[in-house]
């Protein structure tokens, strides 16, 4: 099963993690004030952590910062794997079918 679910509202992009405690993060262009995020390589995309499912509350303990960090990174890891290469291998693979 797949760790992070991708959905689109408002024409923006979004991750939800599926396990607790369900980091939300937005795929974005620039992380303008971002608690946490992490870029794709060689792509003006930004994984900018949101929040959780349940609002703007954190659950603080002492690594907080650094398990949102690496989610954050996890999340951007997963959605280079499965939702740009995937998207790019077929534009590459229709395009040399047409010439």
């Given amino acids: 099963m797949n760790p992070f679910i991708h ?12 396990a607790q405690p369900h ?4 795929i974005t262009t620039y992380p303008e004030n971002a608690l946490c995020f992490a870029q794709l390589p060689g792509y003006s995309l930004f994984v900018v952590f949101k929040g959780t499912l349940s609002g703007h509350g954190l ?7 650094e398990d949102i960090q690496q989610t954050t990174y996890s999340m951007m890891e997963w959605f280079l794997t499965h939702k740009i290469l995937p998207n790019e291998k077929n534009t590459a693979s229709s395009l040399s079918n047409i010439t």
């Fill in 59 to 65: 659950l603080l303990h002492r690594t907080w910062k």
């Fill in 7 to 18: 959905y689109t509202e408002d024409q923006r992009h979004y991750l939800l993690q599926r």
């Fill in 23 to 26: 980091y939300l993060a937005e």
